[in-house]
T-cell receptor
Framework: TQLLEQSPQFLSIQEGENLTVYCNSS?????LQWYRQEPGEGPVLLVT?????EVKKLKRLTFQFGDARKDSSLHITAAQPGDTGLYLC?????????????FGQGTILTVHP | KAGVTQTPRYLIKTRGQQVTLSCSPI?????VSWYQQTPGQGLQFLFE???????NKGNFPGRFSGRQFSNSRSEMNVSTLELGDSALYLC??????????????FGSGTRLTVV
């Protein structure tokens, strides 16, 4: 089973600061998804990256997929309190198990006003 | 367009009881999967259904079961509840199973507390 390691586990910053969250695996991803989950809600898909070296932008969020497709990062510019939540990376193939999402443990981000 | 609807939102059960959770996927979505989320273990895959067939199952005991109906609605059942079953149970739907390039849309979950 492919293990996804996310770092850091916790991040507490002030509004306006920049931050980066990492997702790593010992195996190659076929693709990778990033989700954000707010308290009391289910995860919401932010982006899917497929190609090694790919960079995708979603407003102030920048997602990067490593050239070797074994790592990914999420960078947030000028964080706002509304960015607070649990950020999860997920392998949509679940290793050899088709139809299954394997999640990292997540990064809990708190942005203080 | 309605999202994924899970009922009930909150549930309190006693050890040894059984429970049934319900999930109505987005209209047109035929893949439904279930996840258990706990602070210690994070999000763990329970099972996935596509067109009424269970195509994949996670590493959970046989007390956890599910099914999908012809209208794609799904239910999961947990029998002989244990304290460790307390968790947020999330349902997700997709046009096709994960791995075929489609993202999953999650419901808000059912918070199960076993006392």
């Amino acid at each position: 089973t492919q293990l996804l390691e996310q770092s850091p586990q916790f991040l507490s910053i002030q509004e306006g600061e920049n931050l980066t969250v990492y997702c790593n695996s010992s195996s190659v991803f076929s693709s990778l998804q990033w989700y954000r989950q707010e308290p009391g809600e289910g995860p919401v898909l932010l982006v899917t990256v497929v190609t090694g070296g790919e960079v995708k932008k979603l407003k102030r969020l920048t997602f990067q997929f490593g050239d070797a497709r074994k790592d990914s990062s999420l960078h947030i510019t000028a964080a706002q309190p509304g960015d607070t939540g649990l950020y999860l990376c997920a392998d949509p193939r679940g290793g050899t198990s088709y139809g299954k999402l394997t999640f990292g443990q997540g990064t809990i981000l708190t942005v203080h006003p | 367009k309605a999202g994924v609807t899970q009922t009930p939102r909150y549930l309190i059960k006693t050890r040894g009881q059984q429970v049934t959770l319900s999930c109505s996927p987005i209209s047109g979505h035929r893949s439904v999967s279930w996840y258990q989320q706990t602070p210690g273990q994070g999000l763990q895959f329970l099972f996935e259904y596509f067109s009424e067939t269970q195509r994949n199952k996670g590493n959970f005991p046989g007390r956890f079961s599910g099914r999908q109906f012809s209208n794609s609605r799904s239910e999961m059942n947990v029998s002989t509840l244990e304290l460790g079953d307390s968790a947020l149970y999330l349902c997700a739907s997709s046009l096709a199973p994960a791995g075929e390039g489609y993202g999953y849309t999650f419901g808000s979950g059912t918070r199960l507390t076993v006392v």
